[in-house]
């Protein structure tokens, strides 16, 4: 065979095996049919052919195959076998390779050339199953049901579902963009974005504001949180000196110190808008006004007070005491050598024994049954339990008693010596106890005070400061008050023992609202102060100058109102617990006295202020123009 020149002209014919079969039951297999020349002229015998497919005419990839078909009969040249590729026609160029030798020679195959290009025939094949079809498809050629089965995959183009029959089952995804006529009422899972609703719905976790009528009518509505609006107020904790209000709000303040809680402006009201104030701090607060702004009610104040001098007439009026009402009142003058007592808050008096003794100070009980007074010049104490008919003279050491202060029983008393040292009475001031616990050996001591137990007690040195007691004088501490070098004259303890004031010859007042644990520099103006009293609470404060006038205060001393009283040397002053009723001595002078004036509004504009104690509460409401009034209250409240 290697000498022989083999060729081959063939003619390719497909014929599917099982022609007369159902299409879906074709193979892969298909009838060749061609002409074998050998040597020239028509091969005729038995050879064996070698069929391979590849990719492209020359240097293509094999594709499939080798196939060898043997012992094919060929005569005159002409000969048909089948051949199987698989299934690899689905609609590619393949080109048929074909080698050919004698059957049974040992020689090998014999590959003839060109390669030869499949005619379409062959590819009659890839359409063997319509189930199986491949490639694009137009729509126009199909007909009948579609399976639901075999549909899948992404549409881009426009799809219109136009029967109302039409129902989804699953997962629909997308942005629902275009969406049209969507019923609200279909909507039985999953979240709608809060931008897709409007305002009058509310959001789970969301701030919303409904613009229309709300009505909540079941009774078993509740809210957990702050409910702000006109009528129904929110509180919020306030932990600084100052907060600016807003309307419909509720502060509670929480400081130490005095808090100011400014109105809202005008241009920020409607009528019935409400503020409201809680004072749960130490320091109290002040509610100060905006320009043209006026709180209306019935208060107490001392802007508007008089003092009218007492029908005691001229004396050094060096100590002055007064029981918590102040109805019963004690005063000293030096160089008198007596004792004067009043029973109409400070108005006229009458002189009680002993007589023939000189005295510096004096002290009464809550209600004004018990009293001490202390001698000057080496002298002693003497006491009364029937408010002041009769003295009896207490046993203590000799000195010079400058300041004597007593518990709201009368009971216990704490004094002090200039010079000396600080005395505790515990039996009305029958006997007397020497304190050293924490004190200098001897002092200058110029003023005493106590709680209403007389458990906590402070005093001043006249050059070394200010010194506090937490156990009824055992013990004293020093305390750093003011920048040093003050001379300390009075002090004076709110009943509880938690706020204190002490004033300063040429200096100021200073305050504590923390029992002593700091101190600080009052509203008061640099004057020569002899003497200061507060109230119960320790809200409200006066103090005398010397020379000079009376300065009042009912807010801590925050701020402080000058007396209309003449410029005299001011050396005493006492007041009823409530610090309404005050008595105020002139050395070389009269006694003078003044009770809080009734106010009916606040001062209008940005000097007038409404203020409070600790532990008291008040509820403004706007009534237009300016005005506020009080609609609900707690505790007690001054103005100015």
């Known amino acids: 065979m290697c000498s022989k020149v083999l060729s081959i002209l063939f003619v390719l014919t497909v014929l599917f095996c099982g022609m007369g079969f159902n299409l879906s039951a074709q193979g892969t297999a298909f009838t060749y049919q061609g002409r074998l020349a050998d040597g020239g002229t028509a091969a005729n015998g038995t050879y064996d052919f070698q069929f391979s497919l590849y990719n492209a005419a020359t240097n293509g990839a094999l594709v499939s195959g080798p196939v060898t078909s043997f012992s094919v009969p060929v005569n005159g040249g002409l000969f048909t076998t089948n051949i199987d590729f698989g299934g690899v026609f689905t609609g590619t160029n393949y080109w048929l390779a074909i080698a050919v030798r004698t059957n049974g020679s040992a020689s090998g195959f014999t590959t003839l050339q060109p390669l030869q290009f499949l005619l379409p025939v062959p590819y009659a094949v890839f359409a063997n199953s319509a189930s199986s079809l491949l490639g694009n498809l137009p729509a126009t050629q199909l007909s009948g049901t579609v399976s639901s089965a075999v549909i899948s995959g992404a549409y881009s183009g426009g799809v219109i579902f136009n029967n109302s029959t039409n129902s989804f089952s699953g997962a629909f995804s997308g942005n629902g963009a275009g969406l049209a006529n969507l019923n609200g009422s279909q909507i039985t899972s999953g979240t709608v974005a809060d931008a897709r609703l409007t305002t009058n719905v509310a959001l789970l976790n969301g701030t919303q504001t409904f613009g229309g009528v709300n009505s909540f009518t079941n009774r078993s509505n509740t809210f957990i949180g702050n409910f702000f609006g006109n009528g129904l107020v929110g509180w919020i904790p306030v932990s600084v000196t100052s907060t600016q209000a807003m309307a419909n709000a509720g502060y509670l303040l929480l400081s130490s110190n005095l808090t100011t809680v400014t109105l809202p402006p005008t241009n920020a009201l409607l009528v019935g808008d409400i503020v409201r104030i809680s004072g749960g701090g130490a320091g109290g607060w002040l509610v100060a006004q905006n320009t043209n702004e006026s709180i209306l009610g019935n208060f107490s104040g001392y802007s508007q007070t008089s003092w009218l001098p007492s029908s005691v007439g001229t004396g050094n009026w060096i100590s002055l005491a007064s029981s918590a009402s102040g109805g019963l009142m004690a005063a000293v003058a030096s160089a008198s050598g007596a004792i004067y007592i009043s029973k109409d808050y400070g108005f006229s008096w009458s002189q009680s024994s002993p007589g023939n003794t000189v005295f510096r100070c004096v002290a009464s009980s809550a209600d004004g049954s018990r009293l001490i007074a202390g001698q000057a010049s080496s002298g002693t104490f003497y006491y009364s339990t029937n408010y002041g008919g009769t003295w009896t003279a207490g046993t203590s050491a000799s000195?010079?008693?400058?300041?004597?202060?007593?518990?709201?029983?009368?009971?216990?008393?704490?004094?002090?010596?200039?010079?000396?040292?600080?005395y505790t009475s515990a039996n009305g001031g029958a006997t007397w106890q020497l304190q050293s616990s924490g004190l200098p050996a001897s002092a200058n001591w110029f003023g005493a005070a106590s709680s209403a137990g007389a458990s906590t007690l402070v005093a001043v040195n006249y050059a070394g400061g200010v010194y506090i007691s937490t156990n009824a004088g055992a013990n004293w501490t020093s305390q750093t008050v003011g920048s040093g070098g003050l001379s300390w004259r009075s002090v004076t303890s709110s009943a509880d023992g938690t706020k204190f004031a002490a004033?300063?010859?040429?200096?100021?007042?200073?305050?504590?609202?923390?029992?002593?644990?700091?101190?600080?520099?009052?509203?008061?103006?640099?004057?020569?102060?002899?003497?200061?009293?507060?109230?119960?609470?320790?809200?409200?404060?006066?103090?005398?100058?010397?020379?000079?006038?009376?300065?009042?205060?009912?807010?801590?001393?925050s701020n402080w109102n000058t007396s209309s009283v003449p410029s005299s040397v001011w050396s005493s002053i006492c007041g009823s617990a409530d610090g309404s009723h005050l008595t105020a001595g002139v050395y070389g002078g009269n006694i003078y006295y003044t009770s809080s004036s009734a106010l009916t509004s606040t001062t209008v504009g940005t000097n007038g202020y409404l203020s409070g104690p600790q532990f008291s509460a008040l509820e403004l409401q706007y009534l237009g123009k300016g005005q506020f009034m009080p609609i609900s209250s707690s505790g007690t409240f001054w103005a100015n």
């Open 399 to 422: 000195a010079n008693w400058y300041s004597i202060a007593m518990s709201s029983s009368g009971l216990n008393a704490v004094a002090v010596s200039n010079p000396g040292g600080i």
């Open 503 to 557: 004033a300063a010859y040429g200096g100021g007042i200073y305050t504590s609202v923390n029992s002593g644990l700091s101190w600080q520099a009052s509203g008061a103006p640099v004057a020569n102060y002899e003497g200061v009293v507060s109230s119960s609470d320790g809200s409200r404060l006066a103090a005398v100058v010397d020379p000079g006038s009376i300065y009042t205060s009912i807010n801590f001393g």
